[in-house]
């Protein structure tokens, strides 16, 4: 959080000493207009213009980044409950069918559905992160698919279907990976800590 405030505060600073340059000119500039034939902007023009114009995409994607990354760490706490909640009847832990199929039923299937909803609310303007995040909502609606398979295996009592569901559960593993290494590479060319 440190080097975010650094890198605002520096940003800001960087910002400031150009405004300031754009007036200092103005003030020393004392030649005659020069007239053209092209249409002329007013100074209101040109302001809206620069700033709607990107300024560094290096800036905008460790700021974008950053942004993301809060909102993912507001999220995790849920979905690592949700997992733990997985965990603790499958495996080692599976005691019986009966349990399992309770278990995601009443508590793994509609916080998943929840945390779903809340991970597709998350709206990146940067359409590299947005990318990123595309492949973390398509791993965990291949999860919560998953789940859902999980519930009707054992309601039809159908190993074919549980093999579907634990497939299912191996892609999104393999797609929240992949989305885990993107994270890690642009925590790297940014230099924004995700710790």
């Known amino acids: 959080m440190k080097r975010l405030s650094l890198f605002l505060s520096l940003f800001a600073f960087v910002f400031l000493v150009g405004c300031s340059e754009k007036e200092s000119k103005k003030e020393t500039t004392t030649e005659e207009p020069v ?19 990107p300024s560094n995409p290096d800036l905008d994607l460790a700021m974008e980044f950053t942004n993301y990354i809060d909102q993912i760490i507001l999220l995790a706490p849920e979905e690592d409950r949700i997992i733990s909640l997985y965990d603790s009847v499958t495996g080692v832990n599976y005691v019986n069918d009966e349990i399992l199929y309770y278990t995601l ?7 998943y559905r929840q945390f779903v909803v809340d991970l597709e609310s998350i709206m990146p303007k940067n359409s590299r992160i947005q990318e990123l995040h595309e492949l973390y909502i398509e791993g965990a609606n291949t999860q919560y698919n998953a789940f859902t398979l999980m519930v009707s295996a054992i309601e039809k009592q159908d190993m074919d279907t549980m093999t579907q569901a634990n497939q299912g559960l191996d892609q999104a593993r393999a797609l929240l990976r992949d989305w885990l290494y993107e994270v890690d590479a642009i925590s ?5 800590s995700i710790q």
Not at 35 to 53: A, S
Not at 188 to 192: D, L, M
Request: charged share 40%; net charge negative; glycine share 4%.
């Open 188 to 192: 790297i060319e940014t230099g924004v």
């Open 105 to 111: 039923l009443d508590d793994v299937l509609p916080s």
């Open 35 to 53: 007239v053209t034939d092209e249409p002329t902007t007013t100074e209101e023009e040109t302001e809206t213009e620069t700033e709607t114009e």
